[in-house]
């Protein structure tokens, strides 16, 4: 992990078209303010690891599902 010291209004550059600045500091949190493409998704990491988990579990739901059909479909079959 890469650790800097920023003071207030100085910025991070991620790559050549993201820019982290530092807005301001009220107690233990740091503001921060993100300029980057509209197609770079921002997010914090608890939002992140929410979607993570709920796009793995509609993935394991899918494929029961699919092995269900499968499954019916072969026991339906009267060939």
């Known amino acids: 992990m890469l650790v800097l010291r920023r003071k207030i209004g100085e910025s991070v550059m991620i790559g050549s078209n993201i820019q982290v600045q530092i807005l301001g500091i009220e107690g233990d949190q740091i503001k921060?303010?993100?300029?980057?493409?509209?197609?770079?998704?921002?997010?914090?990491?608890?939002?992140?690891?929410?979607?993570?988990?709920?796009?793995?579990?509609?993935?394991?739901?899918?494929?029961?599902?699919q092995q269900e059909q499968i499954l019916n479909l072969l026991r339906n079959y009267k060939g």
């Open 32 to 65: 921060l303010g993100f300029l980057a493409p509209k197609e770079v998704q921002v997010l914090r990491q608890e939002l992140y690891q929410e979607i993570v988990a709920e796009n793995m579990a509609a993935k394991e739901q899918t494929a029961h599902l």
